[in-house]
């Protein structure tokens, strides 16, 4: 009888393990929510527009980065990279403004929305058939009460170069400052670090009674050289044998090279025993950002004997 429950249990637990593989990847695709309060916000008119484009192009690149010289960023831009370039237009600099992408508030949050309360420019260099270049700016703040923008000072928010094959992404390469633009161009492509995740899963007690509440700690490791902007973290725990306990939540921490993030759960688990899948991915960018995927982590919680 013992070794047929034991059986019956693997059975069911094993089953369960699919269902949640499958859940997990689906959870994957998007995070819906409410709207926030700002996509009531339009873009604003050309001629705002225009005046937000040029303040950032006549914003001195010292301001940018203190390193640089006191002449305007588009200036500095074409100085410094158009000898270099492959491809040399009219408009060397490529500019436009658009709310400023993935937003997410805190260093660990639970949710991304698309956009958030900012507008930013972005210059674009197509600096060769391989690599163009990529600016983003940040120019204005909504204002919730009004419904409206409010002009800042612009901001670097980021700089980066992707690697392109015609119109496709291959990869992209994070840049410091933005007097490291002239060496970082020359790195070859085979060299751009790269993002790697490292997964451990604990919980206390080790082995519970039935009906105790168990801690869930999930830590996870970035090991490679490359800043995960936004780390992907599913977490599914599933006590045995009730669905209506079972937790599915999604992190998105910031993890630097040889950095973690740790996220902690806790969960009763009638019966002393359950699971844990946890999956990792790069989160939400706009720019492309390779990654291996890995197989899910998976544990087994045994009961107390």
Not at 77 to 86: M, N, P, S, T
Not at 184 to 210: A, S, V
């Amino acid at each position: 009888m013992i070794a047929q429950r034991a059986f019956a249990w693997r059975i069911t637990w094993i089953s369960a393990f699919a269902a949640s593989v499958i859940a997990i990847a689906a959870a994957a695709s998007a995070q819906d929510g409410p709207a926030p309060w700002w996509s009531r916000l339009q873009v604003p008119n050309a001629r705002v527009l225009a005046v937000l484009l040029d303040r950032v192009q006549h914003t001195p690149a010292s301001a940018f980065d203190p390193g640089l010289p006191q002449v305007p960023l588009e200036s500095w831009l074409f100085d410094a990279l158009a000898w270099r370039a492959e491809v040399v237009r009219a408009r060397f600099v490529d500019w436009s403004v658009s709310f400023c992408g993935g937003y997410a508030e805190g260093e660990n949050p639970s949710i991304v929305t698309a956009s958030g309360p900012e507008l930013c420019a972005e210059g674009t260099v197509q600096f060769s058939g391989e690599r163009s270049i990529h600016l983003v700016v940040k120019v204005a703040d909504a204002v919730r009460d009004e419904l409206t923008w409010r002009p800042i000072v612009p901001s670097l928010r980021e700089v980066y170069i992707e690697q392109m094959n015609g119109l496709s992404r291959i990869d992209s390469l994070d840049v410091p400052k933005i007097g490291d633009l002239p060496d970082m161009l020359q790195l070859p492509f085979d060299q751009w670090p790269q993002i790697d995740f490292d997964t451990t899963i604990t919980w206390d007690p080790p082995k519970p009674l039935p009906g105790q509440s168990v801690r869930f700690s999930v830590l996870v490791r970035n090991t490679g050289k490359r800043s995960a902007d936004r780390a992907w973290i599913t977490l599914k725990i599933g006590p045995c044998c009730d669905n209506h306990l079972e937790v599915n939540r999604d992190w998105f921490p910031k993890i630097a090279p040889g950095g973690s993030a740790r996220v902690e759960w806790e969960v009763p688990l009638p019966q002393g025993r359950g699971f844990v899948i946890v999956s990792v991915k790069p989160g939400p960018s706009a720019k492309k950002v390779p990654y291996r995927a890995k197989d899910p982590s998976v544990v087994m919680v045994p009961p107390r004997e």
